[in-house]
């Protein structure tokens, strides 16, 4: 897919990750070159994103989630209706205490059917060994290999660093999330961590065409090849390799646990960062306690054919569920993306500045940010600011 996306990056004057996402392979290429060539060599040929349905209207899958999921995707739909957004929504709810993979299956094919999702975190109650990680089979299954998270300040935020700009590019499928465990003799757990040269190069290729294309100067690649000299040793020598076909972008390497330490101490050094999967989850949760919290965040999960859209730090907040003291705007952001990736840029940029608006020159915002509002206080602020503009398309 990174291949694939450099190539037709270089060819054409689609702007990268803007609306051409995701980049499919037709069928008659894949049949020409499949029996020569990997899934990463070869070539691209068409461009797309999901297709419109009636009245140029997308369907997209919404997975409420556990915790404050189902709240957040209400104010959501509220805020869409409003405005006029032309997407229709197909909700799939899982129940996270029930026995068996019935709900999860339905919601991979609602997902495969529509293209694109909008997700709240889902939980996985059940401790049986039959029972897998709901958020991680869905990434697996549809082979969202990368996820991208835009690390960036809110000025008048409460914060312990200002003017932040990070891109954390994580690979989404391998590492310790591969869910491999066996216990080899009782007592003793084997938990397997998956470094696959293909995946890696697929993020790091990801990580350096994000740079390029959105003028970034600098590419850090977060490991821990000094200790695990194989599996990360992996990941970092092919990011090395990778580095060589951008010769204009600078590229560095940091251990995760100094990377941690840099991050509260000067987080300013670093422009993209390229990581495998687990580092990804401590060092997003890292940058967002730094400018503010967990509620401000999306996150983007990216395939090459299916997208999903979620807050970035993938907390499912059950202490605060129905407290009316969530933070709205991380997921109205992720559904900012959204509308972004299925070429509504008109719906997204209105929504995005009436929440910018809100939170920033309006001050409205909940107590994780140091105010005294109700999430259903920043609703309402975003809508009446909607209600003052005009969305052309």
């Avoid at 008659?28 to 009245?55: C, F, M, N, W």
């Avoid at 290729?205 to 992996?234: C, P, W």
Wanted: glycine content about 8%; proline content about 4%; overall charge neutral.
């Amino acid at each position: 897919m990174a291949v694939r996306l450099t190539q037709r990056v270089l060819k054409t004057q689609t702007p990268f990750l803007s609306r051409g996402y995701p980049m499919l392979v037709t069928k008659e290429k894949t049949e020409d070159v499949a029996h020569t060539k990997t899934a990463l060599q070869k070539k691209l040929t068409r461009t797309d994103i999901p297709s419109a349905q009636y009245g140029g209207r997308h369907a997209v899958t919404m997975l409420p989630g556990g915790g404050i999921g189902p709240e957040l995707m209400t104010y959501v739909r509220d805020i869409f209706a409003f405005c006029g957004a032309p997407i229709d929504f197909e909700v799939v709810e899982i129940n996270p205490s029930t026995e068996g993979n019935e709900d999860l299956e339905y919601a991979i094919t609602s997902i495969k059917r529509n293209g694109v999702a909008l997700k709240g975190n889902i939980e996985t109650k059940s401790q049986s060994l039959s029972e897998v990680s709901r958020n991680v089979a869905i990434r697996n299954e549809l082979d969202l290999f990368v996820n991208v998270v835009h690390c960036k300040s809110f000025p008048g935020i409460p914060a312990r660093h200002k003017d932040v700009d990070i891109v954390l590019i994580r690979q989404n499928t391998d590492g310790e999330y591969a869910m491999l465990e066996h216990e080899s003799v009782k007592g003793v757990v084997e938990s397997m961590k998956v470094v696959s040269l293909e995946n890696a190069e697929r993020v790091a290729r990801f990580a350096f065409e994000y740079a390029r294309q959105n003028g970034r100067k600098k590419v850090t690649t977060i490991h821990k090849a000094n200790i695990m000299k194989l599996s990360d040793g992996l990941f970092l020598e092919v990011a090395k390799k990778v580095h060589k076909d951008y010769p204009e972008l600078e590229h560095n390497n940091m251990i995760i646990d100094n990377t941690c330490m840099q991050l509260v101490s000067n987080p300013h050094q670093f422009d993209v960062m390229n990581m495998p999967n687990l580092y990804g989850t401590i060092v997003s949760n890292v940058i967002c306690g730094l400018i503010g919290g967990a509620g401000l965040l999306s996150g983007r999960n990216y395939g090459d054919h299916y997208a999903i859209f979620e807050p970035g730090t993938r907390n499912t907040g059950t202490a605060i569920a129905g407290k009316n003291i969530a933070n709205p705007v991380a997921m109205i952001m992720a559904s900012v993306d959204m509308l972004n990736h299925t070429g509504h840029k008109e719906h997204a940029r209105i929504i995005k500045d009436a929440t910018y608006e809100t939170v920033v020159t309006k001050g409205v915002r909940t107590p994780d940010l140091g105010g005294t509002n109700s999430s259903t206080d920043v609703v309402k602020s975003v809508l009446d600011i909607l209600s003052t503009r005009r969305v052309h398309w």
